[in-house]
């Protein structure tokens, strides 16, 4: 046990310390990084915006195929739902 904490010390010892100075030119994204994570940003808005609106509509078709079997089950006289097999009595 001992000697695997000396190996972590010498380890330890042995890592240069970073440098206290550094270029900003080279850590900032500058321009170039704002326009694309802009873009990025604009892309996924209106990925978002597509997706809301097709859940939307699908859900409302469920809706009015629901309202439409409903009718058409109250027109022919047969009050209960789908059977057991998924498929509309008649």
Same mark, same amino acid.
């Given at each position: 046990?001992?000697?695997?904490?000396?190996?972590?010390?010498?380890?330890? =010892?042995?890592? &240069? /310390? &970073? #440098?206290? /100075?550094?270029? &900003?030119?080279? @850590?900032?994204?500058?321009?170039? %990084?704002?326009?694309?994570? !802009?873009?990025?940003?604009? !892309? @996924?808005? $209106? $990925?978002?915006?597509?997706? $809301?609106?097709?859940?939307?509509?699908?859900?409302?078709?469920?809706?009015?195929? +629901?309202? $439409?079997?409903? #009718? +058409?089950?109250?027109?022919?006289?047969? @009050? %209960? %739902?789908?059977?057991?097999? %998924? =498929? &509309?009595?008649?």
């Amino acid at each position: 046990m001992h000697a695997a904490i000396d190996i972590f010390a010498v380890i330890a =010892a042995s890592v &240069p /310390t &970073p #440098q206290s /100075t550094v270029d &900003p030119e080279l @850590v900032t994204p500058g321009p170039a %990084g704002f326009v694309a994570i !802009a873009l990025i940003t604009v !892309a @996924v808005i $209106l $990925l978002v915006w597509d997706m $809301l609106r097709r859940v939307r509509r699908g859900r409302y078709r469920d809706e009015v195929r +629901e309202d $439409l079997d409903a #009718q +058409e089950r109250e027109r022919t006289g047969d @009050v %209960g %739902g789908p059977d057991d097999t %998924g =498929a &509309p009595r008649s």
